[in-house]
């Protein structure tokens, strides 16, 4: 599913608050258009008859009082559905690592998760909670104003948008540029979180080997690509606003062009002209805007892209469907023709076919050098990793055939590693 679609799914069940925001948006482009409409009639009407000019001014307040709460109203709506989206997005993601296997996270780095716990979800949250609301309150402003010159003179503002098809192309292709970019600027965030994790932890091996200076090379280089990938990015996001200034001079220049014409035949009041211009410049703030829109939430794709790639991970330990609780033991575990390979190496067998059974009650010790497998094995007990081979069983019920929860809630683990919480 496209991520994009994805992320909006987690938006559903606060529809109502986005309902909300919709309607204040939708107050906020009204107001919006209605302040360059009086354009026409203070021209045409007040300035000349000296007429009328107590309704204008009246208007002008009220118009703006009302553009200024909905816009309140919708920048509160809009980043209250952001912030719960990413608050849920971020709770499932968590929830999904921690549920994984002891294999998922020797293949992955701490520092790697962390980034995309942290990292990732604030370049989506960046989007969802600010971004979009720009977006949708924007192009509903561009919307109403877009319609006011239809309305007005549709040969004029035919002249007037003639434009914007030619940002189209370039809008797609920055965008896309900047998508890619993102993807590896987010990963080389990752690595350079992945190195700072691992010097501060081992931060005894470092001092006596005396490798300071090693792990600030490692950390540097690191930090050199992050800040080349961040400026390839900004490169990308800084050509469209020229490119829209430059096509706006083009528009005003047209429409200055045809206008004049207009007049000059009759056509035109000077107050249908002061429209035309006095939204074209209403209409600039919001085009400045949204120039960067696209850019922010490409950003926020490729880094929802590795976050539902984490999400979508199965994990290994997972209850097979008509998984029963496991009973108390009774009488013993059975370690039967057990092989065990890690994914990394799977050539190579840790465990190859291992048999053994130790009855309820009794103490055994597992002796051996180091790496000849010993946590290995004791790790399958709990599931922390399937076997490849072969089967264990409690009284008989192999353990891949019970629920996860009720296996390692009978089992006490006293680990090799102090861990404080």
């Not at 949708?136 to 010159?149: H, P, V």
């Not at 207009?262 to 410049?281: C, D, H, K, N, Q």
Request: charge should be neutral; charged fraction near 20%; aromatic fraction near 10%.
């Amino acid at each position: 599913m496209n991520p994009l679609l994805r992320l909006c799914r987690y938006g559903y069940p606060y529809r109502v608050w986005f309902a909300l925001a919709v309607v204040a948006m939708l107050v906020y482009a009204a107001a919006h258009t209605g302040r360059a409409y009086l354009f026409k009639p203070i021209f045409d009407e007040v300035l000349p008859q000296r007429t009328g000019l107590a309704w204008v001014v009246s208007a002008v307040i009220g118009l703006t009082v009302c553009k200024g709460l909905a816009e309140y109203f919708s920048v509160y709506l809009m980043t209250g559905v952001g912030e719960r989206m990413v608050r849920d997005l971020r709770s499932q993601l968590f929830g999904r690592i921690l549920a994984q296997s002891a294999g998922f996270f020797a293949r992955r780095t701490t520092g790697g998760l962390m980034s995309r716990i942290t990292n990732d979800i604030n370049r989506i949250q960046q989007v969802v909670a600010q971004t979009m609301g720009d977006l949708l309150r924007e192009s509903a402003a561009l919307a109403g104003l877009a319609g006011l010159l239809l309305y007005q003179d549709t040969g004029l503002a035919l002249v007037c948008l003639t434009g914007a098809p030619v940002v189209v192309y370039p809008l797609i292709r920055l965008g896309q540029r900047v998508r890619r970019t993102t993807r590896r600027g987010q990963e080389e965030l990752e690595h350079l979180s992945h190195i700072s994790a691992e010097a501060f932890a081992g931060h005894r091996i470092v001092k006596a080997f005396a490798g300071e200076q090693y792990e600030q090379q490692r950390f540097d280089q690191a930090s050199e690509r992050l800040y080349r990938m961040n400026m390839k990015v900004t490169s990308s996001v800084s050509a469209l606003p020229p490119l829209m200034e430059w096509l706006g001079a083009f528009a005003v220049v047209g429409v200055l062009w045809y206008g004049s014409r207009e007049i000059a035949a009759g056509e035109l009041t000077p107050g249908g002209f002061s429209l035309f211009v006095g939204a074209m410049l209403l209409m600039y703030a919001p085009i400045k805007r949204l120039s960067r829109v696209n850019a922010n939430i490409q950003q926020a794709l490729a880094a929802a892209e590795r976050v539902f790639e984490t999400l979508d991970t199965r994990s290994e330990a997972t209850d097979k469907p008509g998984a029963r609780r496991l009973p108390p033991l009774e009488r013993s575990i059975a370690f039967q023709e057990v092989s065990f390979a890690y994914d990394d190496a799977p050539g190579e067998m840790v465990l190859d076919r291992v048999s053994f059974e130790v009855d309820a009650g009794q103490v055994v010790a597992v002796v051996g050098l180091s790496g000849a497998g010993k946590t290995t094995l004791v790790n399958l007990v709990p599931r922390f990793y399937e076997v490849t081979g072969g089967s264990i069983a409690i009284d008989g019920a192999d353990i891949r055939d019970v629920t996860v929860e009720s296996l390692r809630s009978q089992i006490g683990i006293v680990t090799q590693d102090t861990v404080l919480f």
